[in-house]
């Protein structure tokens, strides 16, 4: 949209003479094409009517030219003494062909020319090479980017002195460059909305990814911090690596873009906004990184390590003390009773009126009090 602006003329700036028989230098293309910012100049000279040489078509105007830089393709290089058609000015003269002569001056046609936006106007003339010496009617400029129209039309009258600045005159569309300011406005604003929008999905993508991988390794940091490290150096190791591969992709992709913009544009683009956005990605990679290391390197050593152990040792711990409780005390070094819950479970079982079975218990009760347990653990045959 930008380049569609520009096309019609948003940085082209026409410095007019007030006589139309011309009074702008020769020399002034080639003064104003050595301004920085300067993309190219023509020099147009004052008009004139032509005719074909043979009664046929009309008369067409005609001006001198000298152009550097300038969106003209010539069908060959301008020899002296000789004009170019296009193909508008050919159909109103009633040239046939690239070889004809018009009049005044029996000048031949010795090729055709194409012009492209913003000279299209020129399309309905016949061009003529001009002479070092002959003045210019017009001389039309346009600059690199719309920023620097205004410093190049600042710059252009003093290239003529001040004697020949006040015949002449500068035009440039105000309305274009309003225009285009606004259409910049709101591309440079979606631009950054996208950048934004970008980022964060980046940013959610990295912490899920590092998240992840911190949750695998959990037991290599629960070992490493057993051996001593720090929260912080684990910190610090999961951010560095996520730092150095999104670096690489940072530089990586910034130099293909710059490459691409330059292979496109004809020219280096600006470098500080992609250099921005890759340092601004690399910035976001480390934020986001830097949430799940806080989060690896908070976990308890002898948690992480023990992993999913912690629920079967629980379960073989329970298992045990049924299993001590199930075997018979053996009075212990000290002369106590080793399994206390055994005869206490023994005892809760004796209920009133069965007289036989609460002997038959306190008899299995003292007995297990004096009898004691093998010197190695192992599962003991059930009381009947």
């Known amino acids: 949209m930008l380049r569609q602006i520009d096309d019609v003329g948003a940085r082209t700036i026409t410095v007019v003479s007030s006589d139309p028989r011309g009074t702008i230098p020769a020399s002034i293309v080639d003064r104003t094409a050595a301004l920085s910012g300067v993309a190219w100049v023509v020099g147009l000279g004052p008009v004139s009517d032509v005719r074909n040489s043979q009664p046929v078509g009309g008369p067409v105007p005609m001006r001198a030219y000298r152009g550097l830089g300038a969106p003209l393709t010539f069908s060959s290089p301008p020899p002296g003494g000789g004009v170019f058609v296009s193909a508008t000015s050919a159909r109103r003269l009633g040239v046939a062909g690239a070889f004809s002569v018009v009049d005044p001056g029996l000048l031949p046609v010795v090729g055709w020319f194409r012009v492209e936006a913003p000279l299209t106007d020129l399309d309905a003339y016949v061009l003529a090479p001009a002479t070092d010496t ?45 225009a285009r300011s606004a259409v910049q406005d709101e591309v440079l604003q979606r631009g950054y909305l996208l950048v934004r929008l970008l980022l964060c999905a980046a940013m959610s993508l990295v912490s899920l990814v590092v998240f992840a991988g911190t949750l695998a390794a ?32 940072v530089v990586a992709g910034t130099g293909a873009g ?123 045959t059930p009381w009947h």
Request: no cysteine; aromatic share 4%; glycine share 12%.
């Open 134 to 178: 002959e003045p210019w009617e017009r001389v039309v400029i346009e600059v690199r980017e719309a920023g620097l129209v205004e410093a190049v039309a600042a710059g252009v009258p003093l290239l003529f002195g001040t004697a020949a600045s006040d015949g002449v005159s500068l035009e440039r569309s105000q309305a274009l460059l309003s």
């Open 258 to 380: 710059i490459l691409y913009l330059t292979s496109r544009l004809g020219r280096a683009p600006d470098w500080q906004f992609p250099v921005a956005v890759g340092i601004l990605t690399i910035l976001s990679f480390v934020l986001a990184s830097a949430l799940p290391a806080l989060g690896a390197a908070a976990r308890a050593p002898r948690r992480v390590v023990g992993g999913d152990g912690g629920r079967h040792s629980g379960r073989a711990a329970g298992r045990t003390a049924v299993g001590q409780a199930d075997r018979p005390g053996d009075g212990g070094r000290h002369g106590s009773p080793r399994h206390p819950a055994s005869a206490q479970a023994i005892r809760v079982t004796r209920s009133p009126g069965a007289g036989h079975q609460s002997r038959r218990a306190t008899a299995l009760s003292r007995a297990m009090r004096r009898t004691p347990l093998p010197s190695k653990r192992r599962r003991m």
């Open 218 to 249: 959990r037991r290599d940091f629960g070992r490493r911090r057993a051996l001593g490290a720090t929260r912080a150096q684990l910190t610090a190791l999961v951010v560095l690596a996520t730092t150095w591969p999104a670096s690489l992709g």
